[in-house]
C-alpha cells in the first residue's frame, strides 16, 4: 500500500487482484467503517459480493452513524457529523455510491450539488445571557503566549507526547480564548483529552483557522447521516451480494501466531443466542472494528434520565481477546476504563411542534427553521451553560418522514458533572424535559412558557459512556495498527486503529481505516489518498498567521522591539520577491 494525490491516481481504476476471486472477507461491525471495507473490496478488490460477510449484533447497520425514527421513543439522533471537502478517501468511496432516488447520480454528486446551492454560514458561533451573541464572536482572543503554546504543540514530534493531555502543554490564557471554546465544542475536546490528538487536529485543519468562527468550510447531507449515506451504501453492497448477518455477536478471532507472523484462524461467535465457530483458511479475510463509541448507549423520555448503568459491550470485550493474544493488538483499557467524570456522554433529540420557539431560533440563527435551509451550520455554543450547551439545528426535515410543522434539534452537554443553571442537576440526572426546559431558558424563552412548551415536546436523552472515548490520553501502540506487522489476514478498522496524520472522530477516519486495510489485505495497486496536505502548504500557514492574531499584519503584531528589528530587516530582504507576494496573499501585508 501506498499514498497518492492529484487525479492520476484519484480517477485511475486498479487492475484486479491475484487471486481475488477466490478471496472470502468477514467484517466485524456495519459501521462506517465496515461497510466502507465491503464497498472497497467489491469495487477495488473485486471480490464477489456473495463471499463477503459483515457480521452486526445490533438488528440494523449503521453503527455510529444512526438517525431512525422509533416508534416507541420517536426521532432519535446520538450526533451530527461535521464534512469538509478534503475528505479525500470519503468521497473517493461515496463518488461510487448512486443515491436511492436516482442511479446515474452519486451520493457525492447530491452531496455537492445541495452544499453549493445552500452552503454553511453560522450567524451566531457563540451566544450568552439568554440567546445574545457574544461581543466577541468571531474572534479568537488568543494572547501571544497562548499563540506560542499552540506553535511548540505543533513543533513537538508526537512520539514526544505520549499520555500527555492537553491542559498539560496549555495554560489558564489559552483556554480562556474563544479559539478554545471554537475548537472544543465543534470537536468535542475536553481539556484532559490527548495532547497528541490535539496536535493532530491542529495540523489536519489548520485550513479551517479562519472559518472556526462561521464554519462556512463545513459540509452537510440532505438528511440524517444513516438516511444520506448508510441507507445508499447498503444498497449498492445488498446489490453486489454482500451477506448481512444481524442479532450476531463476534465473541472472539483466534488468531495462530508463528515466527512473527499472524494469521486469523477461527471466528467464535453468537448468532441469535447461539454459540458457533467458524474455522478460516489463509485465503479468509477478517476486518475487525475494534471498540465503539456508542456501545452501551441507553434512552431516557420525557419523564425519565437515560440510565447510567452498562455492561461493557460487545465491541469492548472482543477487543480484550484480541488484545490478550497479543500486544500489538492495542491496550483497548487505556479508552473505556476510566474516562473522567467531566465529559460529555449526554445528547438529546427534541421534537417540536410548537413554533412559540422559532423567533427565538431564528433571533440566533437568522433563519427561518422552517425553510429547508442549513440552520446553524454546526454547533451554537452557549458560553455561560455551566453544561456547556450546545445545539445543533440541520435542514429541515431532517428525517423523509417528519411533518411540516415538526422541528428537530439536536442538543450536547460537554460537562456532566456541574448542575445547570435553570435546572439544578446535573445533565446526566435530567429527564428528557428538563434538558428541554434548560435549553429553552438559555435560549431567552420566557420563564412563564418555559415548562408548557418543553412538556409538549418530545425530548429524549441519551446516554453514551464511551463517547470521548476516542480522545483518551494515550501513546504508541495504545491502538492497534490497521494491518498490524506480520498479519496474513486480519486487520483493524475504525478510529481505534492506528494510522498516520489523520484524525479520530470524524468519517474520515473510518473510512480511510478500512481503504488501508483493503488495499494491504489484498495487495490492491493503485494509491490510497493521501490527508490533505495543508500543514506543508505555506500559503495555508501564513493564513493561519493572520488569523490566530484577529487578522493583523505584521506590523501589528505585539512583537518585542529586537523582533520588530528583525522583521523590518526580513521584510526589506523580501522586498519584489515572491515571498513578499505570498505575505501580501495572506493579508499579513
Known sequence: MYYSNGNYEAFARPKKPTNAAEKSAYIVGSGLAGLAAAAFLVRDGQVPGKQIHVFEELALPGGSMDGIFNEQRGYLIRGGREMEPHFETLWDLFRSIPTLTDPNVSVLDEFYWLNKADPSNSHARIIENRGKRLATDGQLTLSRHAIEEIAHLVM???????????????????????????????????????????????????????????????????????????????????DHGVDFQYNTSVDNV?????????????????????????????????????GSITESTTYGDNQHPAPQAHPVGASWKLWEKLAAQDPAFGQP?????????????????????DDRIVPYIQKITGKDPHSGSIVTSGPVTIRDSNWLLGISISRQPHFQQQKPNELIIWLYGLFSDQPGNYVPKKITDCSGQEICEEFLYHIGVPTDQIAEIAQSANSIPIHMPYITSYFMPRQA????????????????????????????FTTEYSVRTAM????????????????????????????????????????ELPLKQVEKVGLKACLKKIHGTYLEELLQAAKLL
Open 156 to 238: 513537538t514530534p508526537e512520539n514526544q507526547l505520549d499520555n500527555v493531555k492537553i491542559n498539560e502543554v496549555f495554560d489558564h490564557e489559552f483556554f480562556k480564548s474563544n479559539f478554545w471554546l471554537y475548537w472544543s465544542t465543534m470537536f468535542a475536546f475536553e481539556p484532559w483529552a490527548s495532547a497528541m490528538e490535539m496536535r493532530r487536529y491542529l495540523l489536519r485543519f489548520v485550513h479551517h483557522v479562519g472559518t472556526l468562527q462561521n464554519m462556512t468550510a463545513l459540509k452537510f447531507t440532505k438528511y440524517n447521516q444513516y438516511e444520506s449515506l448508510i441507507k445508499p451504501l447498503i444498497k449498492y453492497l445488498q
Open 254 to 290: 483466534v488468531v495462530k501466531q508463528h515466527e512473527g507472523q499472524k494469521q486469523a484462524v477461527k471466528i467464535e461467535l453468537t448468532v441469535a443466542g447461539e454459540k458457533q465457530e467458524l474455522n478460516l483458511t489463509a485465503a479468509d479475510l477478517v476486518f475487525v472494528t475494534n
Open 333 to 353: 483499557a487505556k479508552f473505556y476504563q476510566e474516562i473522567p467524570e467531566a465529559n460529555w456522554v449526554i445528547s438529546a433529540t427534541c421534537t417540536f411542534n
Open 516 to 555: 488501508e486495510a483493503v488495499y494491504q489485505l489484498l495487495n490492491i495497486d493503485r494509491g490510497v489518498p493521501e490527508v490533505f496536505d495543508s500543514a506543508f502548504d505555506l500559503r495555508t500557514m501564513l493564513s493561519a498567521l493572520y488569523y490566530l492574531n484577529d487578522q493583523k499584519t505584521l506590523a
Open 477 to 504: 501502540g495504545d491502538r492497534p495498527l490497521v494491518v498490524p506487522n506480520g498479519s496474513q489476514n486480519l486487520a483493524f478498522i475504525g478510529n481505534f486503529a492506528e494510522t498516520p496524520r489523520d484524525t479520530v
